[in-house]
């Protein structure tokens, strides 16, 4: 369990703080990576209608494989203003309303300050920060009253690491 251990501690953390059940939830989780797929699976477990995105196509291919039955699983890049709103207009289609949404995706590249690039700067912000921004902006008409949006951070908001300045910006 070590490697989705931080799915188990991020659900146990999600019910503590919002003091609620997830079964019956309707509960996506934005981003397919060792935590998302532990948190999906957990949530599902507890009896949460679970959505999971992902933008890479063997991510969802294993998303498909290894959720349990009923977790519905949606392509969605966190870089596209457009994905955000196609998710939004799928789950209002699909659901009455939003319970928990979890903000995952995310990324970090390694490497030397002075070898980023505009390019690899443009990839951080626009999955890091424009993804999560307008992914809200998207399904925040869809959150059903006391509903919950958390934000998947890290610590290098508070503290840099070495080689890994455009993600700790």
């Not at 188990?8 to 397919?32: E, H, K, M, P």
């Not at 890049?77 to 699909?94: M, Y």
Request: aromatic share 6%.
């Amino acid at each position: 369990d070590n490697r989705y251990g931080t799915g188990q501690s991020t659900i146990d953390a999600i019910v503590r703080c919002t003091n609620r059940l997830l079964a019956g939830a309707c509960f996506v989780v934005c981003g397919y990576g060792w935590c998302g797929r532990g948190l999906a699976a957990r949530a599902a477990g507890m009896g949460a209608r679970v959505i999971v995105t992902g933008r890479a196509p063997a991510s969802l291919a294993d998303a498909r494989e290894t959720l349990p039955s009923g977790v519905r699983v949606v392509a969605s890049d966190a870089r596209s203003v457009e994905d955000a709103a196609r998710l939004a207009e799928d789950i209002g289609t699909n659901e009455d309303a939003l319970d928990i949404v979890f903000l995952n995706a995310g990324i970090a590249g390694i490497g030397p300050f002075d070898a980023v690039t505009e390019q690899t700067y443009a990839d951080h912000m626009d999955t890091n920060v424009k993804g999560v921004f307008f992914t809200i902006q998207k399904v925040l008409p869809l959150l059903r009253p006391g509903a919950s949006i958390i934000v998947n951070t890290s610590v290098a908001g508070q503290k840099a690491a070495p080689f890994m300045s455009v993600y700790s910006a």
